[in-house]
């Protein structure tokens, strides 16, 4: 049967012959003492089956020919982590929950999609960040704001009385990779999801994640006791508006009752908050903190604000208003930053929150929807731009964001991971075959920061697309380099925000006019005749003043390509280190990263013959728009800031057509 992408990495086709017949005699059945969760029984079964064939009891003893599940509360490990064994009493999988469990049997599955030798088979594993979430950008009319794979997964509409099966494997598939949360619905929230309809809805699906250990979210409107309560106002210090959360809360916990949590996104771009009233995002946040009370939930809120009329520079705003509240928010609540200070960018340097605020919880947010790199057409494995961000230290070294974020760095008690999600209703999930892979890396590094962008893809290959060795090494060839040649095509050497108005596809530099000038183009390339870049340093907005000394250093004078423009308005004419002038590099830069494209439709027709031939010619159309796409981007980039630099093409560089 063609594969059409519906099971994801979880496919569990037959493994190669050599492979199944080394792991038969190990997998006969399935030993389970009470606490073991179903849902890790069931899909050990189902996976065992699929990838040998042979269907393994459930029962008997423990020993060889045995998968064996422990609850083991003095197992060295946190909550959620387990231990994988094999030798002389079999093969054992212990956790000390239950939790625990259900990933230790998609972590055993996956040794064996990976082809894992099993003999001496000791892994052992705990996730870093304690919330590892998904952010679902969907509204409850079924659209999702930047979403590319069809409408939104959740049918409202249905809910509660019908419930899709893809609710089920979406949670399977979420587990598998470590997620354990799910805040469902748009950060620019409708205040209907706290409606007891929709509550009721939520309640449905919250059945179906809680054997996979998904917890529900929701994002609130903040103004929602005014519209939905009939309050006078929404002020967050206010006892009745105080009140009516609390209230609300209890009448959630009473449907829901491990439900997660709340997820704010206030006094931005347009919607309510706590400063509508005079008051600080440490008022909102903290009084949903207090209404949460003795429940187990959680306040996210978001530090993505940038002021209405601001003439500063974006890249400062968030810092601004946030740096100042450290220390000042309820133990309940995680701030939330994105990644880069502006928003989503191919490439941007860490957000300079992290690292600044010691005394709150900062959880990361990253977008696996690529609003900025080619939506679900261009092929673009995000690991490298996660990594790229998690890997860089703070200040000195070893104080790497990812320190920040799992909590080692300040001594966080509580830590976060967000991806705002790329999937949909589109049968494979995420539109682009390849989009499931930042689904799977996303929940990869946010249960473990520290493992290898490479590592992961390899994992994801074997897992979806083929076993053969030099077809699973070239595709991962293609992955690693293919986020760079989106930042070569669209944006290189620092460049931001180059995008079409309002859809953020395809090029406009030439943006002038919008509703905001930071809603421009020519706002962040500032491209005269001297030069292109956004002056960030001290003698411009200073935004690189931010930062810890030792950034400062490793980005101001001698900053690196990668961040030069960022950072810096530098001359046409000036001489990078490798000996080229800034023009000229830009348009290698550019070049580049359409000759990347070509390559990456090399390397994947070289494995036609290893993969499924309807993913196959799936993922070959979608690279030949990229292709197309990615000239587009070159030349409407390099001749449009031609008429500044007034420079000609270097050689090499392809001449538009
Ligand atoms: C971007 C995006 C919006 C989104 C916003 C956010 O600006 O274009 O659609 O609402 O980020 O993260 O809140």
């Not at 989009?435 to 929940?443: C, I, L, P, S, V």
């Not at 920061?449 to 060795?469: G, N, R, S």
């Not at 995008?499 to 930071?518: C, I, Q, T, V």
Request: hydrophobic letters at 40%; one cysteine or more; charged letters at 20%.
């Amino acid at each position: 049967r063609a594969d059409d992408g519906y099971r994801l990495w979880l496919k569990y086709d037959l493994l190669p012959a050599a492979n199944r017949t080394a792991y038969a005699p190990r997998l006969n059945r399935i030993v389970a003492s009470p606490g073991v969760p179903e849902a890790a029984v069931q899909e050990l079964v189902a996976g065992i089956r699929g990838l040998t064939g042979k269907q393994p009891v459930v029962g008997g003893k423990e020993g060889m020919g045995a998968i064996t599940l422990k609850i083991n509360p003095s197992l060295v490990a946190n909550d959620e982590g387990y231990s994988i064994t094999s030798g002389s009493s079999g093969i054992i999988l212990s956790a000390r929950s239950s939790q625990g469990l259900i990933y230790a049997s998609f972590a055993f599955l996956r040794a064996l999609q990976t082809l894992q030798p099993l003999d001496g088979l000791s892994i052992s594993s705990s996730p870093k960040v304690k919330y590892r979430l998904l952010n679902h950008w969907d509204n409850n009319n079924g659209t999702i704001e930047r979403g590319y794979a069809g409408s939104s997964l959740w049918k409202w509409f249905d809910l509660p009385d019908v419930v899709d099966e893809r609710y089920r494997d979406y949670a399977r598939a979420s587990a598998s990779v470590g997620i354990n949360g799910s805040v469902v619905n748009n950060v620019n929230a409708s205040a209907r999801f706290l409606t007891p309809e929709y509550l009721d809805k939520l309640a449905a699906l919250a059945d179906v994640f809680r054997p996979y250990g998904i917890k529900v979210y929701l994002s609130v409107f903040f103004a929602a006791p005014k519209t939905l309560g009939k309050q006078q106002t929404s002020d967050p210090l206010n006892p009745e508006v105080r009140k009516w959360w609390a209230a609300k809360t209890d009448e959630i916990y009473a449907r829901i009752p491990d439900f997660g949590g709340f997820l704010v996104k206030a006094n931005s771009e347009g919607e309510p908050g706590p400063q509508d009233y005079g008051r600080t995002h440490a008022d909102g946040a903290n009084m949903l903190a207090e209404a949460l009370g003795n429940h187990p939930g959680i306040v996210m809120w978001r530090s993505f604000v940038y002021k209405a009329n601001s003439n500063g520079d974006r890249a400062k705003e968030g810092f601004e208003e946030f740096k100042p509240l450290d220390g000042k928010f309820h133990p309940k609540v995680l701030v939330q930053v994105k990644n880069g200070p502006i928003d989503f960018q191919p490439r941007e340097p860490f957000h300079p929150l992290f690292g600044a605020m010691p005394r709150t919880p900062l959880m990361m947010e990253f977008q696996l929807t690529q609003e900025y790199l080619g939506f679900a057409t261009h092929l673009a494995y995000l690991a490298p731009m996660f990594k790229e961000c998690l890997d860089t230290p703070v200040a000195g070294a070893g104080t790497e964001v990812g320190r920040v974020v799992d909590g080692s760095l300040h001594g966080y008690r509580m830590t976060g991971m967000a991806g705002v999600a790329n999937t949909g209703s589109d049968r494979n999930w995420t539109g682009h075959p390849f989009g499931q892979a930042n689904w799977y890396a996303f929940g990869r590094l946010a249960w473990d920061w520290t493992l290898a962008a490479d590592q992961v893809a390899t994992e994801w290959i074997h897992m979806t697309l083929t076993h053969q060795p030099e077809a699973v090494s070239s595709i991962r060839e293609m992955m690693m380099g293919s986020r760079e040649a989106v930042v070569n095509y669209m944006t290189p050497l620092g460049l931001h925000h180059l995008m079409g108005h309002n859809l953020h596809y395809g090029p406009e530099p030439w943006l002038a006019k919008s509703a905001r000038p930071d809603w421009t183009a020519v706002y962040y390339h500032r491209a005269d005749s001297l030069g292109i870049g956004f002056n960030r340093s001290a003698s411009g907005s200073n935004a690189l003043g931010l930062y810890s000394p030792e950034i400062q250093a490793k980005w101001g004078e001698n900053c690196p390509p990668e961040y030069l423009l960022w950072f810096h308005h530098v001359a046409w004419s000036q001489k990078m280190a490798n000996g080229r002038t800034l023009w000229d590099e830009l348009c290698y830069r550019y070049d580049a990263g359409v000759k990347s494209v070509a390559r990456m439709q090399q390397q994947w027709n070289g494995v036609k013959k290893a993969v499924d031939p309807e993913v196959f010619t799936h993922v070959a159309g979608r690279l030949s728009i990229q292709l197309r796409e990615a000239r587009w981007w070159r030349d409407a980039c390099v001749q449009y800031f031609q008429t500044f630099s007034r420079m000609p093409l270097p050689v090499g560089v392809e001449k538009p057509g």
